[in-house]
């Protein structure tokens, strides 16, 4: 048995070159999944996982999601073979092949779906890495899992290495999981079998510091437009006579906080579980540097604002939040045009904390900004997606397995930490099915997840295929 492992990780160690030119491949592939102009890019993507996981001993196929009128992208489902006999634990791997937008295109050092390798690291920064869009979001922790059981099957012959092992891989996850919850009802029978669902779609807490991930925030995405005059105007004819929705509009988004920065729509803490000391002195321990973040992303310490009485951590993992993430209106043209616009818009989003229902928030947050129309002006009030907060128990046998095969691994203890992301299939997953996610990601702080040149260092792919390697070996023990 040990000697399996070994194997395994030895022929990961060979295949790496090979790992590597895969994952590229995979890059090469635009399955941005908001976009309908990516679509047939979306099905080629997950395809190509499907043929990998095929190639494992894995039955794979996709299986259509939405419907004929408002048809989504695929989900790549694939199982290891039955063995009746069997009574380990079975593993539902989840990931996504989907990916972001790639704009401000002009960002970019090199084209995001040229994924370029990248052999030298820099003292202090990065190390050797592929950069490309979706290299660590998510395709490149994928495929730390998908070399895994290629190799798994390569030594044993067995799928898997002989455990019981269902693979989804979602394509709408970076737009809003339209589908899932669909699919889930649809295959309940199947998926809730599963005894844990494991994802790679997280972060470490530095480099050559592994973690699990224990909650993700959730998220509550609107849009809000605020309409004035039925046409555009001259500024000299009508400003002072007319509301302009644009001062309007950002009168109203500025309420949105008090002066300690908490949000202001009533009731939108109520459901807000207070942070436990016991997490408060845990997080502490973890010596984490809110100044250094800062200084990677071009900030000073003095910018460590945000709600009063909370540490950067505790903000991040453990405190909703209220976002601005776009505001347009008028003109944004060259050079100058004096123009009162007819409307103006943003998009706002929440982060949400358990036990906080995305559909309450928007619900509270609409009827906050109906209280607050601006005379002679409407709302327009769109509700864009949303997903659960999810917090995930610790004490589970398959979670220490996960904790020993990343021990084994990496020779690092991982460490327990939240994330202030939103993964909306674990809060599903638990609700629905009653499955409960281990969130074991190898991803870096500094990957420019979402933004240019996202990255993915070499480092935490192999930490990251041999800690999947190993938790096959744990599960085995089960
Ligand atoms: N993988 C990320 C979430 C993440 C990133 C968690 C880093 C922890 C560390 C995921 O793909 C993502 O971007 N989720 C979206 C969810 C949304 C589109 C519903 C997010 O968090 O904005
Ligand atoms: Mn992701
Ligand atoms: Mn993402």
Not at 92 to 111: A, I, K, M, N
Not at 286 to 302: M, R, T, V, Y
Request: charged share 25%; aromatic share 6%; hydrophobic share 35%.
């Amino acid at each position: 048995m040990g000697l399996n492992v070994d194997q395994v990780l030895s022929r990961l160690e060979s295949q790496e070159k090979q790992q590597i030119q895969e994952l590229m491949d995979w890059l090469r592939i635009p399955s941005i999944s908001t976009d309908p102009a990516y679509r047939s890019h979306c099905r080629r993507a997950a395809q190509w996982a499907s043929d990998h996981l095929a190639a494992s001993g894995f039955a794979s196929a996709l299986r259509e999601t939405g419907t004929q009128a408002s048809p989504g992208h695929p989900i790549v489902l694939a199982h290891t073979p039955g063995d009746a006999s069997y009574q380990g634990p079975h593993v539902l791997f989840y990931g996504h092949y989907d990916v972001q937008p790639v704009d401000p295109l002009d960002l970019w050092e090199s084209p995001p779906f040229e994924p370029k390798l990248i052999e030298t690291g820099t003292s202090g920064g990065p190390g050797p890495r592929i950069v490309a869009r979706g290299a660590v979001d998510d395709k490149g922790q994928v495929m730390m899992f998908l070399s895994a059981m290629r190799a798994w099957k390569e030594i044993s012959g067995l799928a898997a290495g002989g455990v019981k092992m269902t693979v989804l891989l979602e394509g709408e996850e970076e737009s809003g999981s339209v589908n899932l919850d669909a699919f889930l009802d649809a295959n309940k029978a199947e998926l809730s079998k599963c005894s844990v669902c494991l994802i790679s779609d997280t972060g470490m807490l530095d480099r050559g510091r592994p973690a699990i991930t224990y909650g993700v925030r959730g998220l509550a995405y609107t849009e809000i437009v605020l309409h004035a005059a039925n046409q555009d105007l001259h500024s000299g004819l009508w400003g002072g006579r007319c509301p302009n929705p644009i001062s309007e509009l950002t009168k109203v988004l500025a309420q949105l906080w008090d002066k300690d920065r908490k949000v202001t729509i009533p009731g939108f803490y109520d459901r807000v579980r207070p942070l436990t000391q016991g997490e408060r002195d845990a997080w502490k321990k973890l010596n984490i540097d809110a100044a250094e973040s800062l200084s990677k992303i071009g900030l000073g310490p003095e910018a460590n604002v945000g709600e009063t009485g909370f540490s950067a951590t505790e903000r991040e993992w453990a405190r909703p939040t209220a976002e601005i993430n776009g505001i347009v209106g008028g003109y944004t043209g060259k050079g100058a045009k004096t123009v009162i616009p007819a409307y103006a818009s943003a998009k706002v989003s929440f982060r949400l904390v358990a036990d906080q229902d995305p559909v309450q928030v928007t619900e509270a947050f609409f009827k906050w900004c109906q209280e607050r129309t601006p005379p002679g002006c409407r709302w327009e009030l769109i509700d864009h997606h949303g997903g659960h907060p999810a917090t995930v128990r610790t004490d589970s046998k398959e979670l220490s397995a996960a904790v020993r095969a990343i021990d084994r691994a990496t020779g690092r203890k991982a460490e327990l930490i939240k994330s202030g992301g939103s993964i909306p299939v674990a809060g599903s997953l638990k609700s629905k099915l009653g499955v409960e996610t281990i969130f074991m990601g190898f991803g870096l702080e500094d990957d420019r997840v979402h933004s240019p040149n996202e990255k993915f260092e070499l480092e935490c792919l192999r930490m990251g295929t041999r800690s999947h390697a190993m938790f096959i070996d744990e599960l085995k023990k089960l």
